[in-house]
C-alpha cells in the first residue's frame, strides 16, 4: 500500500474513489481500488461480467 503521508496532494481516500468509481457504473461491484504512482486511484469494477477500470483523480474526486 501506497503511504498518502508521502502524496499530500492525495485528498481522496479510497472508499471515497471506489463510491465515486461505482456512481459511474450502475449496478457494479468494486474489485479493487489502487492508488496510482501520479495520485489518482484506478477502481476496477465488474458488471454485467464485464471488467473494467475507472480512473479518479486523488485530489478532487473528478473521473479522468
Keep these: 500500500r501506497p503511504n498518502l503521508n508521502l502524496l499530500p496532494e492525495v485528498?481522496?481516500?479510497?472508499?471515497q474513489a471506489a463510491a465515486i468509481?461505482?456512481?459511474q457504473v450502475p449496478y457494479s461491484k468494486?474489485?479493487?481500488v489502487r492508488l496510482l504512482p501520479r495520485g489518482d486511484y484506478a477502481v476496477t469494477l465488474v458488471a454485467d461480467g464485464s471488467v473494467m477500470k475507472v480512473f479518479?483523480?486523488?485530489q478532487d474526486g473528478s473521473v479522468n
Excluded: D
Design 11 to 15: 485528498r481522496i481516500a479510497p472508499s
Design 21 to 23: 468509481a461505482q456512481a
Design 30 to 32: 468494486v474489485v479493487k
Design 56 to 58: 479518479v483523480n486523488g
